[in-house]
């Protein structure tokens, strides 16, 4: 039995040089700023979570994520753990509490709960008359505002390491997380990238929510954000490269394992930020599989990940 259950992630924690750069970027990623003090940025999607990125002012660092569990409960078992802090009083935007650990790569783990909600933002929809469902917009005509992606939530972190197998079973035995695939290279026992997901018992949860893969760097690989719809992607697709500032990095293509449509951009410092939308749900009935890198690691459509994504990560 895991020590505890999360429900799900909270948010990244990154620290940049620069934040009027790092807003910049992320308005435009569409995210919307919650607040801003002299070293600190929080930045939101349209859920009613006060924020969902975090950047702490200083050099171009990864330092940790955040997730939420449902109780206090859960807070006062994680205490207990090895090498856990006991609980504390969050102070950042929405308040609420919080266990901090330190993950088997040094990064800081911050579980949290009791955080106070905000208002959702209003959320523009793209209603489409696919082939199968031709009535849904009946009468009404598909007129689209430019502009970025609306970010709804945050929804996965991928870091990279070497030993992942190991690193996987940390965050599996303390937080709870469970496999929905799991890719080997050469003999089958040679797990080289782990898609992990909430336990939520009956309730169907994304695919992956944490996964962390082989390779020469460690550090964090990409943060991804939901965005409602394959129009509101490509709208944000568009504002990114009309920016003319920013890396576009892989996409627009369809993952297999998750079957998200991606795209990933990367922010001035290189860290990786992905948009998605429409993602496979899974309860804690669906077992898990393995397959090969061959199998697994291909897109349904869209181009293969160029290599230089393969090997990224950043300390
Ligand atoms: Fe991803």
Not at 32 to 43: A, G, P
Not at 285 to 298: C, D, F, K, Q, Y
Request: net charge negative; glycine share 10%.
């Amino acid at each position: 039995m895991p020590v505890i259950k999360v429900s799900d992630l909270a948010f990244g924690r990154l620290q940049s040089p620069s934040l009027d750069e790092a807003e910049e970027f992320l308005s435009r990623f569409g995210m919307v700023r919650t607040e801003r003090t002299s070293d600190r940025l929080y930045m939101r999607g349209t859920d009613p979570t006060p924020f969902i990125h975090v950047t702490h002012l200083g050099p171009s660092k990864f330092l940790g994520l955040g997730f939420h569990v449902d109780n206090e409960d859960d807070l006062r078992k994680l205490a207990k753990a090895p090498g856990a802090k006991g609980i504390e009083n969050l102070d950042e935007p929405g308040g609420g509490k919080r266990v901090r650990l330190t993950d088997p790569l040094g990064y800081q783990v911050d579980v949290i709960c009791g955080q106070r909600a905000v208002e959702e933002l209003a959320v523009r929809k793209h209603t489409v008359n696919w082939g199968y469902d031709k009535l849904r917009r009946a009468g009404q005509l598909m007129r689209i505002t430019r502009g970025p992606s609306q970010v709804k939530r945050i929804a996965h972190a991928v870091l990279m390491c070497q030993g992942a197998k190991e690193k996987t079973r940390w965050y599996r035995e303390m937080l709870g997380f469970i496999p929905s695939d799991e890719v080997y290279a050469g003999p089958k026992e040679n797990i080289i990238a782990s898609f992990n997901r909430c336990d939520r018992g009956d309730t169907y949860v994304d695919h992956h929510t944490f996964l962390c893969f082989e390779g020469p760097n460690t550090g964090l690989n990409h943060l991804s954000f939901e965005v409602p719809s394959y129009d509101d992607l490509m709208l944000g697709h568009e504002y990114l490269r009309e920016a003319n500032k920013y890396e576009h990095v892989w996409g627009i293509g369809r993952h297999l394992l998750g079957s998200q449509i991606y795209d990933y951009w990367k922010d001035p410092w290189g860290r990786v930020h992905e948009h998605w939308t429409d993602t496979d749900v899974l309860n804690a009935r669906t077992p898990p599989n393995l397959l090969s890198a061959e199998e697994g690691l291909v897109s349904q459509w869209g181009s293969p990940p160029p290599q230089s994504f393969i090997t990224h990560a950043i300390p």
